[in-house]
Structure formats: C-alpha cells, structure tokens
C-alpha cells in the first residue's frame, strides 16, 4: 500500500476511533450513576480495558504462540505511549480546544502508578516470566481496581 493511502487509512481509522470514543462516554454517563462507579474508576478501569483491547488481544495472541517478550513488550509499550505521547499531547491539545487541563495528580494516583510501575518491573527484571509473576500481576491490578473502586473521587 502507498504510503499516503496508508496515511489516509490511519487518519479515517483515527477520526472513527474518536467517534466512537466520545459515544462510548456518552452512554457511560447514566451507568456511571445508576451503578455508583466514580468518574475516576471508568477512566482507570473501565475506558482503559476498552480502549486497550486492540492491544490486549495482540499480547494474549502472542502469549499463547510462546512469544512471552512480544507479549510483555506490547503491554509495557503501550503503558509507555499513553503516559509519554498521548497524556501530554491531550493537555497540549485541551489548550486549543479552550479548555485547558493539566497533568495533575493526587497523592493515590501517583502511588498507584509507582505501585503499578514497581510490580512491572519486579516481574520483567530478570527476563523471565512465569505463571506465578502473572499471577502477582493480576493481584496487583485487582488490588488497585478495588481501591480506584472505593475511594471517593475527591481523595
């Protein structure tokens, strides 16, 4: 494929993405209330596993070929995007839109991401994996979910 089809592609692939984006918020809002979920648990939670799942199934898929690097790698790689070229080019781009935002966290989001940060990195050290570290990983995902789940969105 030519290398601006390819470009257009992306660009539709992108707006439609955004669509659907911004229905998918839409219609969260009456579950947001009729289930008592805060807006910081979608954000975290529920927006992330959705908005991740082209990802998702790339890391199981390789996970279940026996290519546990690629698996890993697609995850932490994505994690690294969303935290160092999406979260700043969204608050660069709130600016344009006339309603700026900024990158200010609380004292638990910041522990969750330096918990989240820790675990990863207890796991991947040693460039191995096994079920046990996977195991750890979904615990600590489960613990953090809980948490997001309880604490009240002004903490």
Not at 123 to 131: A, L, T
Not at 140 to 155: D, E, N, Q, R, W
């Amino acid at each position: 494929m030519p290398a601006a089809s390819a470009l257009a592609l992306l660009a539709i692939g992108t707006v439609l993405t955004a669509i659907q984006a911004e229905i998918l918020v839409g219609a969260l809002q009456p579950a947001l209330v009729q289930f008592g979920l805060t807006e910081m648990f979608v954000g975290v939670i529920v927006i992330a596993i959705i908005g991740n799942a082209a990802e998702h199934y790339s890391a199981v898929i390789a996970a279940r070929r026996d290519q546990m690097t690629l698996a890993v790698e697609i995850a932490i790689g994505s994690s690294a995007q969303i935290a160092l070229l999406v979260g700043p080019a969204l608050v660069l781009y709130s600016y344009v839109l006339g309603h700026p935002m900024s990158l200010l966290f609380n004292a638990f989001e910041i522990t969750a991401i330096a918990l989240s940060v820790m675990a990863t990195v207890i796991v991947v050290i040693d460039g191995e994996s096994n079920w046990v570290e996977g195991l750890q990983l979904m615990a600590v995902y489960l613990i953090l979910g809980l948490a997001f789940y309880f604490v009240p969105a002004s903490s």
